[in-house]
């Protein structure tokens, strides 16, 4: 069995940790010492988004670099499991990288925490300022000691409320809305501050949930509102722009360990290179997704943030616990303009 085969059988819809340790123990007895050839990676989204695209990019880079010695496989589309499960695989080595949300993280890493806040980031611009210097650089080797290797940040816009009811204009209108999050206590703590009900759910089961009730809503950007056709049947979305939390690309430390260190310098220069191009596609793609959901009739209104705000960053101080997290915070703070 190759590994792609090793995981795709990891990927049954039942399969229980224990099983993925051990298909996890049989791939790493199949791993040579050295890497060479292409190298694996998932992404939960479709092969179009500007995540896949940008670590694809990565992939040539690194070909190129290395005179064909490394290049990247890529999995899109969640294909191998959700990005907890994937990453849970990374870290024993079954795949070399992953481009994830920072939300499955936060139950893992504590600092990952501190980008993934409410209304901390007043603009793009001040995520990507705090994130490309050494704040970012803190957070991404923190995941060291997880068994991963932070190589950068990529955009994800900013996420807002969604649902199948009617406008969202005050957390009022979201007292008693089932709504989905992410696996993570930070995104439960966030919507129940708001009088909603969290519920937290992997990414591909929001369209049939949607479609049969069993949820009224979700948060997301306008990409993957529109990739995952959420739009076609949650008809009302609420710019809240609650959450502008970054995307992560991780290499796993297994697999990093088996590079000389000029590899090792490559692949991190690479993924460097890869996010003003992954920037590029993002700007493009979030403007292509909003035409497409406007032109479905989709009711979108504007939010005064400031009917969120207070409730939002009010359970900050129940996850910013350590000094460390109040020190980004604090660093991160003091990069605001005051123009949003
Ligand atoms: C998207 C993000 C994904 C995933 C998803 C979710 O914006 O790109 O990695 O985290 O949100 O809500 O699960």
């Keep these: 069995m190759n590994r792609i085969d090793s995981l795709s059988s990891l990927r049954q819809p039942h399969f229980t940790r224990r099983a993925v340790l051990a298909g996890g123990a049989t791939l790493l007895a199949s791993c040579s010492m050295k890497l060479s050839g292409a190298l694996t990676s998932a992404d939960t989204h479709v092969g179009s988004y500007p995540t896949v695209q940008a670590v694809i990019r990565f992939g040539e880079l690194l070909k190129e670099r290395t005179n064909g010695k490394l290049s990247v496989q890529m999995y899109p589309g ?3 499991g959700n990005e907890r499960d994937t990453l849970e695989i990374t870290t024993f080595g079954g795949l070399d990288f992953n481009r994830v949300n920072l939300a499955p993280l936060n139950s893992i890493e504590p600092l990952t925490i501190v980008a993934a806040l409410p209304f901390l980031f007043e ?17 991404l080797a923190s995941l060291e000691r997880h068994g991963l290797i932070g190589l950068c940040f990529y955009d994800s816009g900013a996420r807002s409320f969604y649902n199948t009811r009617g406008p969202i204009q005050t957390p009022d209108d979201m007292r008693g809305l089932k709504l989905r999050v992410p696996g993570s206590d930070l995104y439960v703590a966030m919507v129940n501050s708001l009088g909603a009900d969290a519920t937290p759910m992997p990414l591909d089961e929001v369209y049939q949930s949607l479609a049969q009730g069993v949820i009224d809503g979700a948060e997301n950007n306008w990409p993957s509102f529109e990739s995952g056709r959420h739009y076609e049947v949650a008809r009302y979305y609420s710019l809240t722009r609650h959450l502008l939390a970054p995307e992560v690309f991780v290499m796993s430390k297994i697999s990093w360990d088996k590079l000389s260190s000029e590899e090792q310098a490559i692949v991190r220069q690479s993924a460097r290179d890869s996010v003003p191009y992954m920037r590029q596609l993002w700007d493009e793609q979030v403007e292509r997704s909003r035409k497409t959901v406007l032109a479905s009739g989709v009711s979108v209104n504007e939010v005064d943030p400031a009917l969120f705000t207070d409730k ?7 996850f910013v616990t350590t000094s460390k997290q109040r020190e980004l915070v604090d660093r991160m703070l003091s990069m605001r303009t005051g123009k949003s």
């Design 312 to 318: 939002m960053t009010g359970m900050w101080d129940s």
């Design 78 to 80: 969640g294909q191998l």
């Design 123 to 139: 603009s793009t611009e001040h995520m990507r300022g705090a994130l490309d210097g050494p704040i970012g650089d803190e957070i």
